[in-house]
């Protein structure tokens, strides 16, 4: 092995965060290098958020085929293809994979593929296809080395990607299961729950030990979805918990604390993911962590001088566009740029399910936890003729601060939430008053009329309702 090649700056770890971060140090004339041990675009474009919304496009086809008579449209609905819905779903996934490699080329970074090991705080040893290769960065080297899916530690559900899964198979299934047991009610959960149900699974059920579906959500939004899903037909139980399961050859009984039992033909293990730093010199070089979590301050920079990191692995959101924005943060910071840190209460959590669920700002519950005086103003979708054009149900809930206060939150359950709650992160994070919104005049009708109407009447000027 030579002396190590120089860059301005090397990212470790190709996804989002780390995709992100490298594009913006090109374009700001820093000489860069992206190490991605697999394929860049990492987690959200090949195992997560690309290909699941993927599926529920399909989902969402198949909801308004099955259910076309309702609109006085003849069309008989004969089920899905799961290996045509798998073709369509790789379509999508390549496409956007070729992009992303072009884009990478263009705009002069470098990608080296391998594995690697932090030798130092700037330097890593990369076990390429043509041996070790020794790579520095002189301004800046930046942790994305991202998560993988969680295993529950309970006896009988060790995953085998086969009777027991996680999403990282899931996403790849050419069947549809028949009785799916989803254990996690977050994102993965909820919207698996969503596809395998419409695609014809004949029973499906999810189990989450905490008290509600989307747990960190606000609790309105929670027993909304809640309802919904149980009207589909899902089998909802919060509140409990797994403490084991038994396999046979064509099933799984998974047994719960309450002392009840069930029987399924998969379990979908869905409990969050973990971050990926084991074995990669991240301590010996001088990172702490923490549970496994790269420990950083505002500016996503480590305890190790010119060491940075970003993504999953330092378990903040964990969510794409909020890794983008670190990536973003990062690559101005090292280039000497003036940078404002992340307001992560103002990023949008969004989930896919159906109904969809979205929201930006404070809880509920946070506010009542922090001693914050507020009143809510909840605006349901019942009364806005473009949701009930689509047989939608949910609200657009609102909470402003008491006595003419700025609003604080904004939760969404319902149609489209995951591309209205655009206009809601604008109105939170730039700390508008309610009746500043009530004077923005929303296209009729539009289900984004839902956020207008709710702040018409916090603001005391309501409208429909």
Same mark, same amino acid.
């Given at each position: 092995?030579?002396?190590?090649?120089?860059?301005?700056? $090397?990212?470790?770890?190709?996804?989002?965060? /780390?995709?992100?971060?490298?594009?913006?140090?090109?374009?700001?004339?820093?000489?860069?290098?992206?190490?991605?041990?697999?394929?860049?675009?990492?987690?959200?474009?090949?195992?997560?958020?690309?290909? #699941?919304?993927?599926?529920?496009?399909?989902?969402?086809?198949?909801?308004?085929?099955?259910? &076309?008579?309702?609109?006085?449209?003849?069309?008989?609905?004969? *089920?899905?293809?799961?290996?045509?819905?798998?073709?369509?779903?790789?379509?999508?996934?390549?496409?956007?994979?070729?992009?992303?490699?072009?884009?990478?080329?263009?705009?002069?970074?470098?990608?080296?593929?391998?594995?690697?090991?932090?030798?130092?705080?700037?330097?890593?040893?990369?076990?390429?296809?043509?041996?070790?290769?020794?790579?520095?960065?002189?301004?800046?080297?930046?942790? &994305?080395?991202?998560?993988?899916?969680?295993?529950?530690?309970?006896?009988?559900?060790?995953?085998?990607?086969?009777?027991?899964?996680?999403?990282?198979? &899931?996403?790849?299934?050419?069947?549809?299961?028949?009785?799916?047991? =989803?254990?996690?009610?977050?994102?993965? !959960? %909820?919207?698996?729950?969503?596809?395998?149900?419409?695609?014809?699974?004949?029973?499906?059920?999810?189990?989450?030990?905490?008290?509600? %579906?989307?747990?960190?959500?606000?609790?309105?939004?929670?027993?909304?979805?809640?309802?919904?899903?149980?009207?589909?037909? =899902?089998? %909802?139980?919060?509140?409990?918990?797994?403490?084991?399961?038994?396999?046979?050859?064509?099933?799984?009984?998974?047994?719960?604390?309450? *002392?009840?039992?069930?029987?399924?033909?998969?379990?979908?293990?869905?409990?969050?993911?973990?971050?990926?730093?084991?074995?990669?010199?991240?301590?010996?070089?001088?990172?702490?962590?923490?549970?496994?979590?790269?420990?950083?301050?505002?500016?996503?920079?480590?305890?190790?001088?010119? %060491?940075? +990191?970003?993504?999953? $692995?330092?378990?903040?959101?964990?969510?794409?566009?909020?890794?983008?924005?670190?990536?973003?943060?990062?690559?101005?910071?090292?280039?000497?740029?003036?940078?404002?840190?992340?307001?992560?209460?103002?990023?949008?959590?969004?989930?896919?399910?159906?109904?969809?669920?979205?929201?930006?700002?404070?809880?509920?519950?946070?506010?009542?936890?922090?001693?914050?005086?507020?009143?809510?103003?909840?605006?349901?979708?019942?009364?806005?003729?473009?949701?009930?054009?689509?047989?939608?149900? /949910?609200?657009?809930?609102?909470?402003?601060?008491?006595?003419?206060?700025?609003?604080?939150?904004?939760?969404?359950? !319902?149609?489209?939430?995951?591309?209205?709650?655009?206009?809601?992160?604008?109105?939170?994070?730039?700390? #508008?008053?309610?009746?500043?919104?009530?004077?923005?005049?929303?296209?009729?009708?539009?289900?984004?009329?839902?956020?207008?109407?709710?702040?018409? +009447?916090?603001? !005391?000027?309501?409208?429909?309702?």
């Amino acid at each position: 092995m030579t002396a190590a090649e120089t860059f301005d700056v $090397v990212v470790l770890g190709g996804g989002t965060g /780390g995709y992100s971060c490298a594009l913006r140090a090109a374009d700001l004339g820093l000489r860069t290098a992206v190490v991605e041990r697999d394929k860049v675009g990492g987690t959200c474009l090949h195992r997560g958020c690309i290909p #699941a919304k993927a599926l529920l496009q399909a989902a969402e086809v198949a909801e308004h085929a099955a259910d &076309a008579a309702h609109y006085g449209v003849r069309a008989t609905f004969h *089920g899905v293809d799961p290996v045509a819905v798998q073709r369509y779903k790789q379509r999508i996934v390549d496409t956007n994979h070729k992009g992303l490699q072009s884009t990478l080329r263009r705009r002069g970074v470098e990608v080296i593929a391998g594995t690697a090991r932090m030798t130092n705080a700037t330097t890593l040893d990369v076990d390429t296809a043509d041996g070790l290769r020794r790579v520095a960065a002189t301004r800046g080297l930046v942790l &994305a080395t991202g998560s993988a899916p969680r295993a529950l530690p309970v006896e009988g559900l060790d995953v085998d990607g086969h009777r027991v899964i996680t999403s990282d198979h &899931a996403l790849f299934l050419e069947r549809v299961p028949e009785r799916p047991i =989803i254990i996690g009610a977050s994102a993965v !959960g %909820v919207e698996f729950a969503t596809i395998w149900k419409t695609f014809g699974a004949r029973s499906v059920t999810v189990i989450e030990a905490l008290p509600a %579906v989307v747990p960190r959500e606000d609790v309105d939004t929670s027993k909304a979805l809640a309802s919904a899903l149980s009207k589909q037909g =899902i089998d %909802v139980r919060t509140g409990v918990s797994v403490v084991g399961a038994d396999r046979s050859s064509d099933a799984v009984r998974v047994r719960l604390g309450d *002392g009840t039992a069930l029987e399924g033909d998969i379990v979908l293990v869905a409990i969050g993911r973990a971050p990926v730093s084991d074995g990669m010199g991240f301590s010996e070089a001088g990172v702490t962590l923490d549970r496994g979590y790269v420990g950083v301050n505002e500016w996503c920079e480590t305890e190790a001088a010119g %060491v940075y +990191a970003i993504g999953d $692995v330092i378990g903040r959101l964990g969510l794409a566009h909020s890794s983008f924005q670190e990536g973003f943060l990062v690559a101005e910071r090292i280039a000497g740029r003036s940078v404002v840190p992340i307001d992560y209460a103002g990023t949008p959590r969004v989930y896919y399910c159906h109904p969809e669920v979205a929201s930006v700002g404070l809880t509920e519950q946070q506010l009542t936890e922090r001693g914050i005086p507020f009143q809510s103003q909840l605006h349901p979708f019942s009364h806005n003729a473009r949701a009930m054009m689509t047989k939608a149900s /949910g609200h657009v809930k609102v909470l402003v601060g008491a006595e003419g206060g700025p609003v604080l939150g904004v939760h969404i359950v !319902g149609p489209r939430a995951t591309d209205i709650i655009g206009e809601a992160q604008l109105i939170y994070s730039w700390e #508008a008053l309610p009746t500043e919104v009530a004077q923005f005049i929303h296209p009729h009708p539009t289900l984004v009329e839902a956020i207008g109407e709710a702040h018409m +009447a916090a603001a !005391g000027r309501p409208l429909h309702g």
